[in-house]
């Protein structure tokens, strides 16, 4: 009687060949609908690498990723150095990153352990509101409040710098931080803290060793992707930190990140030349790493889920 | 008895997990036919392939053939829609649609519509307002459930108390008017107040309609079905009268279950 | 080493002085904006041109820009994202393109606001020709906000039951009948947040606007989408960083800055309104 079956299991559902040709026509739409999105997408990083081509020919790529200098706009000898731009966004994010993560982390656990409904409910909100305010808003705060502030506390060497912008910009990553982040910690089931409180743990030691480790794939997610968002701000850290481009470590001096480097250049650039197409150049640099961020982000959440 | 379904040699594979192993099995018509086993010998498995509610589930394949009125609803020419309007089913959990009574009960015949033959035209329109209200009217009086909620059919299906949610469900299902209902362990989530209601009315129903429950209760089984089916590990172990089936089973995995030897 | 219960109540003093940490961010940001808009914040400002190099007058073309540019991302980026987020979630839920579809869009929803930007003047502006225009850069944004459109219409269709869709097939409904009976009348509000919050998003940026041809000042509004334009956000931007004489401006700045943070603000709240009424209405 044993009957082996060889095609076993599929993934594909099973097609309904009786459909009505007015729903055949709907799926069509959606489906059209669909690859329309997903080829606007794609052109996205088409485009890029179309207009970053010709620069692989034009520029020495080996000088372009280790070159000190970015002086683009110089007549006889532009010099096309990325680290300059480079650095610039790394020490900008790094420093919102290291402001960001112990308070966005406190504000998480803050709300998903020790807030009141009463005051949740209207916190919750703020940090929405927060996180909805366009970014040229955070930048002019920046420009006109924020260095004013620190330029008396510091007595920094350029008054619109890199600590500038890494503050304005930890504003604005925190509230990416806390939604992720407490949306993990709400995930993580009660009985596991009853669990922990009825060993005789205090609270503060149930969240410390229960919690935030049973939670620890959204946390980290949360912080790789504010970071990630960090990197990719153009407006903020265009108006706060100033715009030079030389290479430096000082968190009181001016910076240019890569992000505002495009912003900024594209002003004067000619269309075509060799200045236009490194340009793109930088946005290809800029979306990889962006992207690379977000799917380590991913990665992360699937790595670590915990099954409950 | 007449034969209301007849499946020949069904399989049912999940991806690689082989669930149902070559099921033969006679439902009768106009009988409540109750299906019992350890939870996990794939009993919602058998009752899902009746009305291809399995279709709807990534990687699962369903092979071998459903007879029902002498044609195989199992083939892939066979339009499921109509195999589901044709064969009813209720689930284990009340799942009323987050819209009002009434809305929950028309749903369904303002789907369908009116097939109606004027002058040797097969033609297909809406029903009328009167016509909606009858049918709504009558499939909750059916149902057992029209006095309770009579003057509030306004009123969101989910508001109702558990035991009625899960009438309301059997009222929606009773307004397409099947040939066949099936039920995946219907009062499992209910008091036995509530199931005892829902008990009535299957016995009721087997009137007009070909039954087939899933239950987890042998009691269940025992009070309101004709026929008992016993599944053990994706196979059908035995089939039989229920007095039968309680008192003298003839395989000793049945025996074993019913007496509580197995878990 | 300090007591148990001393080092827990520290420890809670120092979350607790976070939280109020971001309020205080919150409050100081708009306060700040919203003492030194009103001051010139009247109905002229609203409805005025801007006149003598945007020094004096109003800023009416920027509104209207911004304006123009949410039509657009309206007319755009919901239809075509809505169908997407239906499709993916309802039709190819298991399939691996449904899968990698997906993955693809969340991705690029962290993609940076200027790389878009470079897309539409490598395409719109230059290679279809549709020059420095309302258009192009309204195509730039709407592509932007594609993947937040996508992925948070596909949440709120996903967040519908499966018990709801399989009530609905059993009775013989088909898969559209299910999806547009069932699925979206209860996934409705959570796809209205999810517009709301894109189109917010829009309105708001700058970057992109700036490679797809905003312009500084206009004594116009713009008679059709392939017209250059003012937007409120880069209004922000070029009056407090490359206008004449910055501090005398700084009234205009801040009133700019404020007109834009009420509209987005204002959006925002809708949106935390309706999916607040939404989650206390629906309950399975
Ligand atoms: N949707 C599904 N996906 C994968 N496997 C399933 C699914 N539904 C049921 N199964 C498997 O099929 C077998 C039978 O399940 P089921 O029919 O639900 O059992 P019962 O209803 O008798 O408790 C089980 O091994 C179960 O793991
Ligand atoms: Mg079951």
Redesign the interface.
């Known amino acids: 009687?044993a009957?082996k079956?060889k095609?076993?299991?599929?993934?594909?559902?099973?097609?309904?060949?009786?459909l009505p040709p007015q729903e055949k026509l709907i799926q069509l739409a959606l489906f059209l609908a669909t690859w329309s999105s997903v080829a606007a997408l794609a052109a996205v990083f088409g485009e890029l690498l179309l207009g970053a081509f010709p620069a692989f020919t034009s520029i020495d790529i080996i000088d372009f990723f280790t070159g000190t200098v970015w002086n683009p706009s110089h007549p006889m000898y532009p010099l096309y150095g990325i680290l300059p731009l480079f650095v610039g966004t790394l020490m900008v994010s790094f420093g919102a990153a290291l402001i960001a993560i112990p308070i966005g982390l406190g504000c998480s656990i803050w709300l998903a352990e020790l807030a009141s409904p009463r005051v949740k409910a209207i916190f919750k909100p703020a940090i929405e509101v927060l996180a909805g305010i366009p970014s040229v808003i955070f930048g002019f705060f920046a420009l006109v409040i924020l260095s004013e502030w620190i330029a008396a506390v510091f007595d920094p060497v350029t008054k619109l710098n890199a600590l500038n912008g890494a503050i304005m910009l930890a504003v604005m990553m925190v509230p990416i931080m806390v939604t992720v982040a407490e949306d993990a910690m709400n995930a993580v089931p009660r009985s596991l803290r009853e669990a922990s409180l009825a060993l005789g743990a205090t609270k503060w030691e149930t969240i410390r060793h229960v919690v935030v480790p049973a939670s620890i794939s959204g946390v980290m997610a949360a912080i790789v992707l504010a970071f990630g968002r960090a990197v990719g701000e153009t407006m903020t850290v265009l108006m706060a930190t100033g715009n030079a481009t030389l290479l430096h470590f000082d968190m009181l001096r001016s910076v240019q990140t890569m992000t505002a480097a495009i912003a900024i250049d594209f002003g004067e650039v000619e269309f075509g030349s060799e200045h236009y197409h490194v340009l793109f150049l930088v946005g290809l640099v800029l979306f990889v790493i962006t992207f690379l961020i977000n799917f380590l982000a991913v990665w992360i959440t699937k790595r670590f889920k915990e099954d409950y | 008895m007449t034969t209301a379904i007849h499946t020949d040699?069904l399989?049912v594979?999940?991806?690689?997990?082989?669930a149902l192993k070559?099921v033969t099995m006679d439902i009768g018509m106009n009988e409540v036919t109750s299906i019992i086993g350890p939870s996990g010998c794939g009993k919602s498995t058998f009752i899902r392939c009746i009305?291809r509610?399995n279709?709807?589930i990534?990687?699962?394949?369903v092979?071998g053939a459903i007879m029902v009125d002498g044609a195989d609803i199992n083939d892939?020419?066979?339009?499921?829609?109509?195999v589901?309007?044709r064969i009813?089913?209720v689930?284990q959990?009340p799942?009323?649609?987050?819209k009002s009574i009434y809305e929950n009960v028309a749903?369904?015949p303002r789907?369908?519509g009116v097939t109606e033959t004027v002058d040797g035209k097969v033609r297909r329109r809406k029903h009328t307002k009167e016509e909606l209200d009858g049918i709504v009217e009558h499939s909750l009086r059916r149902a057992a459930l029209w006095d309770e909620v009579k003057d509030r059919l306004d009123k969101s299906g989910?508001s109702l108390s558990g035991g009625q949610q899960q009438r309301l469900?059997i009222a929606?299902?009773l307004a397409?008017n099947p040939e066949i209902i099936l039920f995946d362990e219907p009062c499992s989530a209910l008091d036995p107040i509530a199931t005892a209601k829902i008990e009535d009315l299957l016995v009721d129903l087997k009137k007009d309609y070909t039954v087939v429950i899933v239950t987890h209760s042998m009691q269940q089984a025992a009070r309101i079905s004709d026929k008992t089916a016993f599944f053990y590990l994706g196979d059908l172990i035995e089939m039989g009268d229920t007095k039968q089936i309680f008192e003298r089973p003839q395989k000793e995995l049945t025996e074993q279950y019913i007496t509580g030897r197995m878990g | 080493m300090l007591n148990r219960r001393t080092t827990e109540m520290m420890v809670f003093t120092f979350f607790r002085g976070c939280a109020v940490l971001v309020v205080l961010a919150l409050i100081v940001l708009v306060g700040y904006i919203l003492t030194g808009g009103l001051e010139r914040l009247s109905i002229e400002f609203l409805t005025e041109m801007p006149r003598r190099a945007n020094t004096q007058g109003g800023i009416l073309p920027a509104i209207v820009g911004t304006f123009y540019l949410m039509l657009i991302v309206l007319a755009i980026s919901v239809p075509i994202g809505v169908m997407s987020a239906i499709y993916l979630q309802e039709y190819e839920?298991?399939s691996v393109m449904g899968r990698v579809f997906r993955l693809a869009v969340y991705n690029l929803a962290g993609v940076p606001s200027i790389v878009y930007g470079l897309l539409g003047l490598g395409i719109f502006v230059a290679y279809l020709g549709l020059g420095f225009s309302l258009i192009s850069a309204g195509l730039t944004l709407s592509i932007m906000t594609l993947p937040l459109m996508i992925t948070s219409a596909r949440e709120a269709i996903a967040a519908v039951?499966s018990?709801?869709?399989?009530?609905?097939?059993?009775?013989?409904?088909?898969k559209w009948?299910t999806i547009w009976?069932?699925v979206l009348p209860?996934a409705l509000p959570g796809i209205f947040t999810g517009i709301i919050l894109s189109v917010s998003r829009a309105a708001g940026e700058t970057a992109p606007l700036m490679l797809t041809g905003v312009a500084m000042s206009l004594q116009r509004l713009p008679d059709s989408f392939f017209d250059s334009f003012m937007a409120l956000p880069y209004h922000v931007f070029y009056m407090a960083t490359q206008s004449s004489d910055l501090l005398a401006t700084r009234p205009i700045q801040y009133a700019t800055a404020l007109v834009l943070l009420l509209l987005v603000l204002g959006m925002n709240l809708i949106a935390i309104v309706l999916r607040k009424r939404y989650r206390d209405k629906?309950?399975?």
Request: one cysteine or more; aromatic letters at 12%.
């Open positions: 009687m009957f079956i095609r076993e299991g599929r993934r594909k559902l099973r097609k309904n060949k009786h | 040699d399989h594979y999940f991806e690689k997990n082989h070559g009305n509610m279709d709807i990534p990687g699962c394949s092979k892939d020419d066979v339009d499921v829609v109509n589901r309007r009813g089913m689930f959990k799942n009323p649609f987050p749903y369904g789907l369908h989910t469900c929606r299902t397409v | 839920s298991s039951p018990t709801v869709r399989e009530a609905s097939y059993a009775l013989g409904a088909t009948q009976h069932q209860y629906y309950r399975w």
